[in-house]
């Protein structure tokens, strides 16, 4: 998140946000009033609303807790920075031994030195990872992540699980919709508490959706210019609604 006050007036670029904040940052507080609000809006759209944090937590400490007692290896699919590390303090009272993708193992050390106790860990170890619960990003799979494990369970976690069509897109075994974003109420209440002046929505998968509602509570918007200069308002106006548009990790601006 960036501000920045001048001459000309004051602008506050979101960035990936969430609120409330992750329990694994430091989170971020906001001015009360900006002249020009520049926001993501990744899951701007109303089927989006997260569940509390403490409902996440449990669902991911239960599919781990169910994936061991059947003897089984539970796989947790997370980015390397930011949700690996959310997820790995809601497993952390478990005091299970757990294995992040060699990528975001450095990471966490990083976290543990500002405080931020993520229990039991080490570098992901193929030859010694059945048993462990093991963390990685969906992208590790097709390099081969634990695929000498014959019996595990695979739990996707993003704000995307929202949609059940991804259980069968990716073969997973649940779907946790944990995202690093706001939601699409959490992102109107945003808009709401900081009175932008002008305010510009970026990365909506249907941009007229987000700009009807805010409209609707006496705040002017409009949407930003998308990756290929088209206005975002435009390309929702071409087909490229939320139930036309598959979203890939590896593609999608934003963590999800």
């Not at 960035?15 to 001015?31: I, K, L, M, Q, V």
């Not at 229990?119 to 992901?124: F, S």
């Not at 808009?191 to 700009?211: C, F, G, M, W, Y």
């Amino acid at each position: 998140m960036v501000y920045i006050e001048s001459e000309l007036g004051s602008l506050l670029y979101t960035g990936d946000c969430r609120t409330p904040p992750s329990p694994a940052t430091e989170g971020f507080s906001a001015p009360s009033s900006v002249d020009t609000l520049i926001t993501e809006a990744t899951f701007s759209l109303p089927i989006y609303r997260w569940e509390p944090h403490e409902v996440l937590a449990s669902r991911v400490r239960e599919f781990a807790e169910d994936a061991l007692r059947e003897d089984r290896t539970p796989v947790f699919l997370a980015y390397n920075l930011g949700k690996a590390q959310e997820i790995m303090q809601m497993l952390a009272p478990m005091d299970h031994p757990m294995m992040i993708h060699g990528a975001g193992f450095p990471l966490c050390e990083v976290y543990e030195r500002y405080g931020f106790s993520l229990g039991r860990y080490e570098t992901y170890r193929r030859e010694s990872c059945e048993g462990k619960i093991l963390i990685a990003p969906g992208s590790a799979l097709g390099s081969g992540f634990a695929s000498n494990v014959k019996r595990k369970r695979i739990a996707y976690c993003s704000g995307w699980a929202t949609l059940e069509a991804r259980q069968s897109q990716l073969t997973v075994d649940a779907l946790i919709p944990l995202s690093d974003h706001l939601d699409f109420y959490a992102l109107l209440e945003f808009v709401e508490q900081v009175s932008p002046k002008r305010t510009i929505v970026t990365h909506s998968p249907n941009a007229d959706v987000v700009l009807h509602y805010l409209a609707e509570m006496g705040i002017h918007a409009e949407a930003g210019l998308s990756e290929n200069g088209m206005n975002e308002s435009e390309l929702g106006n071409v087909g490229l609604g939320e139930a036309e548009v598959k979203v890939s990790e590896n593609t999608k601006k934003g963590s999800g």
